[in-house]
């Protein structure tokens, strides 16, 4: 019923915008961790989520969140890229989104990977408030730490005040041009009509609670107008990472956006060669405002209800796909959902050619941002896959016909024994990196080098 909480669907809440402009900083202050701080490259390449409680949200919110005024458990954050690469990570996390927050610098004001959240947002009807961040670094701040925006401003001299609303009639500016009437939040009735802009620093967390109060009534208003959502349905969700955990074997990191899954549950999960069948042998939940990516301490729990991050342990995982569907079987016919998940596959193909380069990557996410970044710079794809390198990827690099294609590109995996031997007696090249663009530099240079 309505009156348990745990019957309601928790909303997710993507946070969207260009590289750098300080989405992950953002949630590392909201949830009290240090998680940008530990990425390769400082930017972030993969989809994360963090389910952040009613409570902590009412906590950081202070005198502008009273807990008694929301049915709701809290709200799913879903942190995406903002390197340009990424696209097929950022719309994925779009359409997953209930909400969203649409992360500007509000001195870089709109850049082209905030044009293209703006029209994925668009495109997937979802309502979402602008954070215009770094409000700190206006020339003669005077720093307001946590405070409310409002009792901050009473704080700053004419000329900082007068500077930051220069930027942000910018930034209103630039939404009404890209269709959207906006101003500044206190401002706004109705935020599914009109976009909020809340001035915040994820530096000094000013700001920070008037965002989550904007969130909470913009989720509210959507749970009380939209959330007709079955929350006891088979669950459907998304698998984050493969990952090996001790006593369980290959497990899943899995955003569940839909439903519920229990232990027991038979699911379908994206394989790297056929999909998947298994059986839920334990579900475990990572701790409140802890981001699954770097969670090490989970609970196990019976079941769990959208939305939400859960590792899954079952047998034969191994082959399964990060960046891949997973659904749970009830009532449906196995091999009905089994179709679906393969469709729901092959929609996110990399496109190959004759001739070209091996890419291996880690996540279907980070195949495909390879294959973006490798279409830019004009290097056509032989095979892309997902996995650690193996010999027979050298015996394919091996066919390429040009010397600048006898080459395998490996984004965060790693090289399996039998390969090292495979690279060292055919001299096929490997270039490997954790940070995407660097690994297509590197490339490029050998490519320079060779063509000299
Ligand atoms: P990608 O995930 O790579 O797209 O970047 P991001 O949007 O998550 O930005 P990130 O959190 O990595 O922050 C980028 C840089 O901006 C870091 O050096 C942060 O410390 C800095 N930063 C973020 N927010 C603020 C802020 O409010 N004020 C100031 N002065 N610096 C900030
Ligand atoms: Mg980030
Ligand atoms: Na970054």
Same mark, same amino acid.
């Given at each position: 019923?309505?009156? $348990? ?14 590289? $750098? ?52 458990? !809290? ?18 996390? /779009? ?9 500007? *610098? ?7 990977? @905030? &044009? ?6 668009? %495109? ?54 890209? !269709? ?26 000013? /700001? ?24 006891? !349905?088979?669950?459907? /969700? ?7 955990? %001790? ?46 990516? @770097? ?31 997973? %659904?749970?079987?009830?009532? +449906? ?8 998940? %393969? ?51 050298? @015996? ?6 040009? &010397? ?16 090292? +031997? ?9 270039? $490997?990196? *954790? ?5 297509? &530099? ?8 060779? &063509?000299?």
């Amino acid at each position: 019923s309505a009156a $348990d909480p745990g019957a309601l669907r928790t909303p997710i809440v993507a946070v969207l915008g260009h590289v $750098d402009h300080g989405k992950t900083t953002l949630l590392d202050r909201i949830r009290g961790s240090a998680v940008q701080e530990g990425e390769a490259g400082a930017i972030t390449q993969h989809i994360g989520a963090t389910a952040v409680p009613l409570e902590t949200i009412s906590e950081m919110a202070g005198a502008l969140v009273d807990p008694t005024d929301f049915d709701l458990p !809290g709200l799913l954050f879903i942190d995406t890229p903002g390197h340009h690469s990424f696209s097929t990570l950022r719309s994925r996390g /779009g359409a997953l989104a209930d909400i969203a927050v649409l992360v500007v *610098d509000v001195n870089d004001g709109f850049q082209p990977q @905030t &044009e293209e959240a703006i029209s994925i947002l668009k %495109r997937t009807g979802t309502p979402f408030v602008v954070a215009a961040n770094k409000i700190d670094t206006t020339p003669g701040w005077n720093p307001q730490e946590g405070e409310p925006i409002q009792k901050s401003l009473e704080k700053q001299s004419e000329r900082a005040t007068s500077r930051l609303n220069e930027n942000l009639y910018e930034l209103i500016g630039d939404l009404s041009s890209a !269709g959207f009437s906006a101003d500044f939040y206190w401002r706004v009735q109705d935020f599914q009509s009109n976009i909020g802009v809340v001035p915040v620093s994820a530096m000094t967390m000013e /700001g920070i609670p008037d965002l989550l109060t904007v969130l909470m009534g913009l989720s509210q208003r959507y749970m009380k107008e939209e959330m007709s959502i079955d929350v006891s !349905g088979p669950g459907v /969700g998304t698998v984050l990472e493969v990952k090996d955990e %001790r006593g369980f074997g290959a497990t899943l990191d899995v955003v569940l956006y839909d439903g519920v899954v229990r232990e027991g549950d038979t699911i379908v999960v994206g394989g790297r060669d056929d999909p998947i069948v298994t059986e839920v042998r334990a579900l475990l939940q990572p701790r409140p405002n802890a981001e699954i990516r @770097t969670e090490k301490r989970f609970e196990r729990v019976d079941e769990v209800r959208a939305a939400a991050g859960v590792k899954i342990a079952a047998p034969d995982l191994d082959e399964a796909m990060s960046g891949a569907p997973v %659904r749970v079987v009830r009532g +449906d016919d196995v091999d009905a959902v089994k179709e679906e998940v %393969r469709k729901e596959l092959a929609k996110i193909e990399v496109d190959t050619a004759e001739d070209g380069v091996v890419v291996k990557a880690d996540t279907l996410g980070s195949l495909e941002a390879m294959a973006n970044a490798l279409e830019e710079a004009e290097v056509p794809i032989l095979r892309a896959e997902v996995g650690d390198i193996a010999p027979r990827d050298v @015996t394919v690099a091996q066919t390429a016909n040009e &010397e600048k294609h006898q080459v395998i590109l490996g984004f965060n995996v790693d090289v399996l024994p039998d390969a090292e +031997d495979a690279l060292d007696r055919t001299g096929v090249k490997l270039f $490997d990196d *954790d940070v995407i663009y660097q690994l297509v &530099e590197e490339y490029d240079e050998y490519v320079e080098e060779l &063509e000299r």
